[in-house]
């Protein structure tokens, strides 16, 4: 089974809203998404139900989903809402303990980059973690 014809929009919106970030989350977020849907490109119907809904906003839980999120502090930023905007959010423990360990290392390895004391962030060409 391949994912579902909606995936190609919602990754071709996620790539537009990622326009509006600054430059160096632009280009680290453009990878790890572009990452992410190349690998679940062939996903089982239901693994690919429950990727797309993490990545899409939905009427149950919008602040959840990544494409919402980012839509709302875009937003925000534009509104200046806040002193200084802050993309992304806090992740629970309990979220936490849901990941395999392969996406704990994936999100080390992009928080590793998005807070290097230079600001000059490095895309690696591979984002999955190597132990």
Do not use: C
Request: proline share 3%; aromatic share 6%.
């Amino acid at each position: 089974a391949a994912m579902p014809r909606s995936a190609r929009g919602l990754y071709r919106r996620i790539l537009l809203l990622h326009r509006a970030l600054p430059a160096a989350l632009r280009a680290l977020g453009d990878r790890y998404v572009k990452e992410e849907f190349r690998k679940h490109k062939a996903a089982g119907s239901a693994e690919a139900q429950r990727f797309l809904r993490e990545w899409e906003a939905s009427s149950r839980r919008p602040a959840e989903n990544y494409a919402a999120l980012i839509q709302q502090q875009i937003n925000e930023d534009k509104q200046n809402l806040r002193e200084k905007t802050v993309y992304g959010v806090q992740l629970t423990e309990e979220k936490l303990n849901d990941f395999r360990d392969e996406q704990i290392g994936q999100l080390k390895e992009l928080m590793d980059e998005a807070t290097k004391p230079n600001k000059t962030l490095t895309i690696s060409k591979d984002l999955e973690h190597k132990n």
